[in-house]
């Protein structure tokens, strides 16, 4: 299986266009499987945007997928709320009518919506992470020490799950109610809860990808 290596010089990124760099075992690489993925150099444009190599397996694209419309959920009520913004600000300044409870709606909608990212994030490699004193390692130390990170992180964000969760019964049992709307406090707590639990499955797939690596499982 060839592993293509995208990475930019200085003349590709002046052009914005990629350079390829092909594995030690073929030529141009004319003809490879693209089910298997490209591997992108942390660090530059494409990185960002794309998975280093595509989920395989039932389990892996499920999970991708899952993430995937998670985070368009997420985009969508995002752009909703500013629409609802934008109206509310023009009512505001121009007729005085301004959304009723629109800044109870923008916390409670941008913390519902902010979750979930973290899931597609995490299957994509789009996390922030400082290698400067770890670059030099071998691949299979890089990908031990990414693994150890997935595994903290999923038992993280089963635990923001679990503490959430429990918010939830709280508030729901006190009968907690926003001020102005009068909505249930424990329905936006609860709707948080689904996408740590998609992120704490999608950090152990990753971590397991990882450790495959290390025992040499996975290329």
């Known amino acids: 299986m060839h592993t293509s290596v995208v990475s930019l010089d200085a003349a590709a990124a002046a052009g914005?266009?990629?350079t390829k760099v092909c594995g030690a075992q073929g030529g141009e690489g004319e003809g490879a499987n693209e089910d298997a993925g490209v591997q992108l150099e942390p660090g530059?444009?494409?990185?960002?945007?794309?998975?280093?190599?595509?989920?395989?397996?039932?389990?892996?694209r499920r999970l991708y997928a899952a993430s995937r419309v998670s985070a368009l959920m997420g985009g969508t009520l995002f752009m909703l709320m500013i629409g609802m913004s934008l109206v509310s600000i023009v009512g505001r300044k121009?007729?005085?009518?301004p959304v009723p409870g629109d800044f109870e709606v923008l916390q409670?909608?941008?913390?519902?919506?902010?979750a979930t990212f973290f899931s597609y994030c995490q299957m994509v490699d789009g996390h922030v992470r400082v290698d400067f004193f770890t670059?030099?390692?071998?691949?299979?130390?890089?990908?031990?020490?990414?693994g150890v990170a997935a595994l903290l992180m999923g038992g993280v964000a089963l635990l923001v799950a679990w503490r959430t969760g429990v918010a939830a019964v709280s508030s729901?049992?006190?009968?907690?109610?926003?001020?102005?709307?009068?909505?249930?406090?424990?329905?936006?707590?609860?709707?948080?809860?689904?996408?740590?639990?998609?992120f704490a499955t999608t950090s152990l797939y990753i971590a397991g990808?990882?450790?495959?690596?290390?025992?040499?499982g996975e290329k």
């Open 16 to 18: 914005l266009r990629p």
């Open 44 to 60: 530059s444009i494409e990185h960002v945007a794309h998975p280093e190599a595509l989920p395989h397996g039932p389990w892996g």
């Open 94 to 97: 121009l007729f005085s009518l």
């Open 108 to 114: 409670m909608g941008a913390a519902v919506a902010s």
């Open 135 to 146: 670059h030099w390692l071998p691949r299979r130390g890089r990908a031990f020490l990414d």
């Open 172 to 198: 729901y049992e006190s009968g907690e109610a926003s001020l102005m709307l009068g909505w249930p406090g424990w329905v936006p707590i609860a709707l948080i809860v689904p996408a740590f639990v998609l």
């Open 209 to 216: 990808r990882r450790f495959r690596v290390v025992a040499g």
